[in-house]
């Protein structure tokens, strides 16, 4: 089965640093991957996605994320990070399942941001 | 895009009882998933629900304990049954809108703590 690593639990940064956030998932072939974010109070919502094509993605809020197939990888990046970035980050793959896929996430990063 | 919303928000009940989450969404969608968010952790499928049939349930969740209604497209009830403590947690509604596996919404979550 699929399963996906994050190997950061608390991040803490202060504002206008550089973030990488690490993932990794446990086998190759065809994979969708995706970076959901929960800010405080709020729903999970979707950064970005990478189905196919150029392997690095542009997503929301001047996140990106590089997939790195040699790597197993999928780290989201963002070259300087706001106070309102605060908030916790899921990293997730699809596993495709029989007659249907299932979302599979990782452990998930708490991102701390201070002015 | 999908709206989806949850009942109860929140709730706090009794060991041995049980409690029924309400799923409901804006739109009509084939699949529908609950996740389970135990507090500090990640978010776990629970099982998948397909109109008008049995739902599929993940390693570790029976039928028993987490009975699944999917009676139409747009609605979908997770009761949690005779609980404990280590029922507590938030359970979330999910969708899947486009395909194939285009993008994932999730509920606003149900918080449940057990005494």
């Known amino acids: 089965a699929q399963s996906v690593s994050q190997h950061n639990h608390h991040v803490i940064l202060s504002e206008a640093a550089s973030l990488e956030l690490g993932c990794n998932y446990s086998?190759?072939?065809?994979?969708?991957l995706f970076w959901y974010v929960q800010y405080p109070g709020q729903h999970l919502q979707l950064l970005l996605k990478y189905f196919s094509g150029d392997p690095l993605v542009k997503g929301i809020k001047g996140f990106e994320a590089e997939f790195i197939k040699s790597k197993f990888s999928f780290n989201l990046r963002k070259p300087s990070v706001q106070w309102s970035d605060t908030a916790e980050y899921f990293c997730?793959?699809?596993?495709?399942?029989?007659?249907?896929?299932?979302?599979?996430f990782g452990a998930g990063t708490r991102l701390a941001v201070h002015p | 895009s999908a709206v989806i919303s949850q009942k109860p928000s929140r709730d706090i009940c009794q060991r041995g009882t049980s409690l029924t989450i309400q799923c409901q969404v804006d739109?009509?969608?084939?699949?529908m998933f609950w996740y389970r968010q135990q507090p500090g952790q990640s978010l776990t499928l629970i099982a998948t629900?397909?109109?008008?049939?049995?739902?599929?349930?993940e390693s570790g969740f029976v039928i028993d304990k987490f009975p699944i209604s999917r009676p139409n497209l747009t609605f979908s009830t997770l009761t949690v049954s005779n609980m404990s403590p280590e029922d507590s947690s938030i359970y979330l509604c999910?969708?899947?809108?486009?395909?194939?596996?285009?993008?994932?919404?999730f509920g606003p979550g149900t918080r449940l703590t057990v005494l």
């Open positions: 086998y190759g072939g065809t994979v969708n």
């Open positions: 999910s969708v899947v809108v486009g395909a194939p596996h285009n993008e994932q919404f």
């Open positions: 629900a397909n109109q008008g049939s049995e739902a599929t349930y």
């Open positions: 739109s009509q969608v084939t699949m």
């Open positions: 997730a793959v699809i596993e495709f399942s029989g007659g249907y896929n299932k979302l599979i």
